[in-house]
């Protein structure tokens, strides 16, 4: 019964949005999956969009923040946007630091962020 | 009403559950995004842990009143193995799994209230409450 998050490429960025609550394995076939489509795609830019996202709990946390240093090994940026007033919260208090995890607002202002990093 | 319900954590799916009925729960007690949001993610952080060191056990969703204010309580128990110190899984960063270790530590800063009862050999039984201010 595992779901698979839909992955889309727009020109050199691949674009992932998270609609639904993240189970265990979902979030552990996505990692492979991501790493696999850059693979595939020569992609250099990943934007993770979380918008619907209501909480995050700290495995979940885990397996996005290996995936970033993942998707870095790999030799592409991610840029995680859209991440709720509530998540944030709960991520801090958790005890939960992404570091060195470049974040914006929302989808538009991380794809502009994105091309900016590839750029330099 | 039912102001007591329960999910048996036996696999990964359960936790799943666990979380669900919480949010459901909060949110009929009327607790906001972000309450809804910290009950939610202890609730997943118990339930992970129950899954993790004690293979089974059940998360218990209890609504409760503390004077005139409203709230929950989520007693988390399992019969594992116990935990061999208390102390040092309170620590920020401790992990015997390769998590994160966030953990209880996490659990106790989202809730009110927080209490770890443990046996070894006999099992762990922790509570954790949070009301509605």
Known sequence: MITRIPILKLRDCLIVSIQWELDDQTALSFQEDLLEKLHTTSARGVVLDLTPIDFIDSFIAKVLGDVINMSGLMGAKVVITGIQPAVAITLIELGIRLENVVTALDLENGLEKLERELED | ?133
């Open chain 2, 1 to 133: 009403m039912n102001l007591r319900s329960s999910v048996d954590i036996i696999t990964e799916w359960d936790i799943v559950a666990a979380r669900q009925l919480g949010r459901n729960e909060a949110k009929e007690v009327g607790f906001g995004t972000v309450d809804q949001a910290r009950i939610t993610t202890a609730i997943s952080e118990l339930a992970r842990n129950i899954y993790l060191y004690a293979g089974k056990g059940k998360i218990e969703i209890r609504q409760i009143t503390d004077g005139n204010l409203r709230g929950l309580l989520v007693i988390a128990s399992d019969k594992g193995p116990g935990i061999v110190d208390v102390r040092k899984v309170m620590e920020d960063g401790y992990t015997t799994s390769g998590g994160l270790g966030a953990g209880l530590p996490g659990v106790r800063r989202l809730m009110d209230d927080f209490k770890i009862e443990t046996v070894l050999g006999e099992g762990t039984t922790i509570s954790a409450s949070k009301l509605l201010r």
